[in-house]
Nanobody, 118 residues
Framework: QVTLVESGGGSVQAGGSLKVSCKAP???????????KGWYRQAPGKQRELVAA???????RYADFVKGRFTISRDNSKKTVSLQMNSLQPEDTAVYYC?????????WGQGTQVTVQG
């Protein structure tokens, strides 16, 4: 497993923006680059769901409910993957988890709370 350290999140009014970031401090850059990186979220009483992911070839994909509002990015040199969230709505309230995965790995961050007040 890989240690993932998340930061960001917090509370914001509807229509506002937040950014969450996730760093893999113990990985070397070349290894970090090889993984698919993603952000998932889990709201109370709901299953964890994919929000956005970026492949090792830097191809992003988004859940339909965030298209046009959220942007996933990565900085391989800093071993960081981030999620910029704009136009947040109360239904975006959840714990957000970062994920690194490959055929041999499936590691999760500890989660960071995002609360959107309507």
């Amino acid at each position: 497993q890989v240690t993932l350290v998340e930061s960001g999140g917090g509370s914001v009014q509807a229509g506002g923006s937040l950014k969450v970031s996730c760093k893999a401090p113990r990985l070397i850059t070349s290894t970090f680059r090889m993984y698919e990186k993603g952000w998932y979220r889990q709201a109370p009483g709901k299953q964890r769901e994919l929000v956005a992911a970026i492949s090792r070839d830097d191809e992003p994909r988004y859940a339909d409910f965030v298209k046009g509002r959220f942007t996933i990015s990565r900085d391989n040199s800093k071993k960081t993957v981030s999620l910029q969230m704009n136009s947040l709505q109360p239904e975006d309230t959840a714990v957000y988890y970062c994920n690194l995965r490959s055929q041999d790995l499936d590691s999760w961050g500890q989660g960071t709370q995002v609360t959107v007040q309507g």
